[in-house]
């Protein structure tokens, strides 16, 4: 328990730096990975033979070691997601932006809250298609065939990140 707290810990430290560019939704995905990651940490090491826990230094040799794998996996998740909202940001910028930048025929303007809540009512996977597809006046994949679902993805997710 007392490892669980110090990788809470350690997390809020690293974190703090980009606190205010990481949405909430972000830091408890973050978090939650971190506790999991903890959780099996220690879990695994209750499976250690004894040998492994013969000493206090051994003992907390081996919490810093998982304190350090938590720490290492928590920032490769926080690198994947970071990496799909800046694939998100770029798609956005250069083929939805053009509708959804202003609200030009009716399609949802990013950031204007509630017109986007109505939107997600259906789900995200629903807007992930209807972005593919095409919708009403939107063509499919804003118009942009060369795009691949997975950067329409991401563009749609990163719309909704500005908008609740
Ligand atoms: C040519 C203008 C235009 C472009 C470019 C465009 N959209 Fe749209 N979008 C619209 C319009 C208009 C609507 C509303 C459609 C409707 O409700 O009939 C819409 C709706 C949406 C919705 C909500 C769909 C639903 O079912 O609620 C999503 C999500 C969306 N667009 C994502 C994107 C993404 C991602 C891109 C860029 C890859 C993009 N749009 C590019 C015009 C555009």
């Given at each position: 328990?007392?490892l669980l707290l ?8 690293c ?6 560019a990481?949405?909430?939704?972000l ?9 999991i ?5 220690c ?12 000493t206090?230094q051994a ?6 070691e998982?304190m350090?794998e938590?720490?290492?996996?928590m920032?490769?998740?926080?690198e994947?997601m ?12 250069k ?9 030009v025929?009716g399609?949802?303007?990013v ?5 986007w ?9 629903h ?8 919708e009403?006046a939107m ?13 329409v993805?991401a563009?749609v997710h990163?719309m909704i990140e500005?908008?609740?």
């Amino acid at each position: 328990m007392n490892l669980l707290l110090s990788c809470k810990a350690l997390n809020s430290i690293c974190c703090q730096q980009e606190e205010n560019a990481m949405s909430k939704r972000l830091k408890r995905v973050v978090l939650l990975s971190v506790v999991i990651t903890a959780l099996l940490a220690c879990s695994r090491q209750e499976e250690a033979p004894p040998a492994a826990k013969q000493t206090p230094q051994a003992g907390m040799e081996k919490a810093r070691e998982t304190m350090r794998e938590a720490h290492e996996g928590m920032k490769q998740v926080h690198e994947g997601m970071v990496a799909g909202m800046e694939m998100g940001k770029a798609v956005y910028e250069k083929t939805c932006a053009a509708c959804h930048a202003t609200g030009v025929n009716g399609a949802p303007k990013v950031g204007d809250k509630a017109a986007w809540a109505e939107h997600l009512a259906e789900g995200i996977e629903h807007l992930v298609q209807a972005a593919i597809k095409g919708e009403g006046a939107m063509p499919p994949k804003g118009g942009n065939p060369s795009l691949s679902e997975e950067e329409v993805r991401a563009a749609v997710h990163y719309m909704i990140e500005l908008s609740r």
